[in-house]
């Protein structure tokens, strides 16, 4: 496995492989590995002949108030994950590598953005839509791999290809769950030892909704009073939102009919923690 540090290099490399007729699979982070990142890892090594990964904390997606200066970083060890993976290249660039200059041109989103984490996080999304152009364009991937966790992003990146005709093939990765069922993050290791064992309230909230909507309930008020309820009771964090919303338009639904999100976000005293359950309803 290479690690690359400079985007002229990365670039180099990615257009000689794609000369080659060689498929490139990426994977997206911002480091701080977990099992999330390794089934995406797993998933593009077995479907492309080259992968890449990776790593870089960009500034541009963090909120003036957000964790951007306490992101955890640990390159060794996710350098060591990598590798056992069978991942052929990190890139690894500095934020003075990415963003030299002050950037001309950015993007800006202005679908699905208006809900869950767009909501709370303005620019959020802008921020996520610029890195993965510039780092599109550095690493050349046939297929990118995302975590369904954070599926706003999934949503909000299938727009962003489909508008600018990107030719790459966006995959959608199952959630990786703790064995109590708190999805993997980064920013668990930020939960104070009392709020790790709370945390596992949140995938149990998302449980009552599907086992609610699965029998029949299609009020979403109903479900959401019901999930606020069970986290409020079991939890010290601070719900940021809970929405029910049509996937992957992420539109309000008066009745819950066809396929539906059921997505949370609940601030913890340093981790703010978000989850999600896709439900398809006739
Ligand atoms: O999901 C993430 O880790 C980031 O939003 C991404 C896709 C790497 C862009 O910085």
């Known amino acids: 496995m290479r690690t690359i540090t400079n985007v002229r ?30 089934s995406l890892l797993k998933a593009a090594r077995k479907e492309n002949d080259v992968t890449v990964l990776s790593i870089f904390v960009n500034p541009l997606q963090f909120g003036p108030k957000e964790d951007l200066a306490t992101y955890p970083k640990d390159f060794e060890r996710d350098s060591q994950l990598a590798e ?24 800006k989103i202005h679908d699905r953005t208006d809900v869950l984490c767009g909501k709370c996080r303005p620019g959020h999304f802008d921020g996520v839509a610029t890195v993965l152009i510039k780092l599109f364009n550095i690493v050349q991937p046939d297929k990118v791999y995302f975590g369904m966790k954070d599926a706003q992003q999934v949503a909000v990146v299938d727009g962003l290809v489909k508008d600018f005709n990107i030719p790459v093939e966006i995959v959608p990765v199952t959630t990786v769950r703790e064995q109590d069922g708190l999805a ?12 790790r064992l709370q945390a596992p309230s949140l995938h149990q909230s998302l449980k009552i909704a599907e086992s609610m909507v699965s029998g029949g309930e299609t009020n979403p008020q109903i479900v959401i009073a019901k999930m606020m309820d069970h986290i409020k009771k079991n939890t010290s964090g601070v719900i940021d939102y809970i929405e029910i919303l049509s996937y992957p338009e992420l539109k309000q639904p008066n009745l819950l009919e066809g396929n539906i999100i059921i997505a949370l976000a609940v601030q913890f005293s340093k981790a703010r923690l978000i989850d999600n359950m896709i439900i398809k309803l006739k």
């Open 9 to 38: 290099e990365m670039q180099k490399i990615a257009l000689q492989l794609k000369r080659e007729g060689k498929t490139i699979g990426f994977v997206p982070t911002m480091g701080y590995l977990h099992d999330g990142h390794l």
């Open 84 to 107: 056992n993976e069978g991942n052929d290249f990190i890139f690894y660039p500095s934020a003075d590598e990415m963003y030299p200059d002050s950037l001309s041109v950015t993007a």
């Open 184 to 195: 993997k993050s980064s920013r668990n290791i930020n939960l104070l030892p009392a709020e």
